[in-house]
C-alpha cells in the first residue's frame, strides 16, 4: 500500500511539472496586468486533489488559497471568518454535499463565487448546483490554465463552465412568454447564463459596458434578485429565456 501511495504521489508530481511552463506564461499575463491577487479557497475530500490545487493557486502571481478544508463542516463554520474571492467546491462531499455547502455559504457570503468541481457532468449535479448559487461548474480533470482563467474569468462578472454544460443548461428548457424582460434584457440574461462576463455581452451587442449593466440592473429589479447567480437560477428554474 505504502509503494502504491509512492507511486500515485510520484504521478501527481510528473502531471504538475509538465505543466509548469504553461503556468508560467499564464503568470506573465497576469503580471502584465498588474492583477491583485485572488484569494480562493478549497473544499475537497480527496487529499492528492486538494494538495494539487493549492500548489496550482499558491505557485501562479495573482492567486492565493487562503485556506483549504476537506469537508463542508468544517469549511461551512471557518470559510465566512476570512472571506475568499472564489470557493472551489468538490460536489460529492461526505456528509454535507458540496450543494448543500454552497446553498449553505451562499447565505452569508453574498459576494464570493463558487465554482463546483467534479468528475461528471450530470444534469442533476448541474441544475441543482447553480440553483444553490454556484457560479461555475468545472471537471476535475480541467488542465491548470484553464482552472486559473475560470477562477479569473468569475471574479470579472462571468459563469464558467465547459460548452457541454453550457449547452445543457440552456437546452433544458423554453422561453416563458410571461417573461417581465424585454427582448434586449433577455438576450442579456441568455448569455449571463452561457457564462459571459459584462465585457463580452457588450461588445456581442455592440453597446457600451454601461448599457449592459443598466440592462442587468433591470432585470435584477424586474425579477426580484440582487445577484447574478440568482438570475441565472431563477432563469433555469422559470424559463426565462
Not at 26 to 46: G, H, Q, R
Not at 98 to 121: A, C, Q, Y
Amino acid at each position: 500500500m505504502e509503494a502504491q501511495k509512492l507511486y500515485s504521489q510520484a504521478i501527481s508530481l510528473i502531471w504538475v511539472i509538465e505543466r509548469i511552463k504553461d503556468l508560467k506564461y499564464f503568470a506573465l499575463d497576469m503580471n502584465d496586468k498588474n492583477t491583485n491577487n485572488i484569494t480562493v479557497a478549497i473544499v475537497e475530500d480527496d487529499e492528492e486533489i486538494k494538495n494539487l490545487l493549492t500548489i496550482i493557486i499558491d505557485g501562479s502571481p495573482g492567486f492565493e488559497c487562503s485556506q483549504n478544508y476537506a469537508d463542508c463542516e468544517d469549511a461551512v463554520k471557518n470559510i465566512p471568518k476570512n472571506p475568499p474571492n472564489v470557493v472551489l467546491m468538490d460536489i460529492n462531499l461526505p456528509k454535507i454535499s458540496g450543494i448543500e455547502g454552497v446553498r449553505l455559504l451562499k447565505e452569508s457570503l453574498p459576494e464570493t463565487d463558487f465554482i463546483m468541481l467534479t468528475i461528471k457532468e450530470d444534469d442533476d449535479s448541474v441544475f441543482n448546483s447553480l440553483t444553490a448559487g454556484a457560479t461555475g461548474y468545472l471537471l476535475k480533470d480541467t488542465p491548470p490554465v484553464q482552472l486559473l482563467q475560470s477562477i479569473k474569468e468569475v471574479v470579472e462578472g462571468g459563469s464558467p463552465m465547459s460548452p457541454m454544460i453550457a449547452r445543457k443548461v440552456l437546452g433544458s428548457f423554453r422561453k416563458n412568454f410571461k417573461s417581465p424582460l424585454s427582448e434586449r434584457e433577455t438576450e442579456v440574461l441568455k448569455r449571463l447564463c452561457e457564462g459571459e462576463n459584462y465585457k463580452t455581452i457588450a461588445d456581442a451587442l455592440f453597446v457600451s459596458g454601461n448599457t449592459v449593466r443598466a440592462h442587468i440592473k433591470n432585470i435584477y429589479k424586474k425579477i426580484h434578485v440582487n445577484t447574478r447567480a440568482a438570475a441565472v437560477s431563477k432563469a433555469i428554474n422559470e424559463n426565462l429565456v
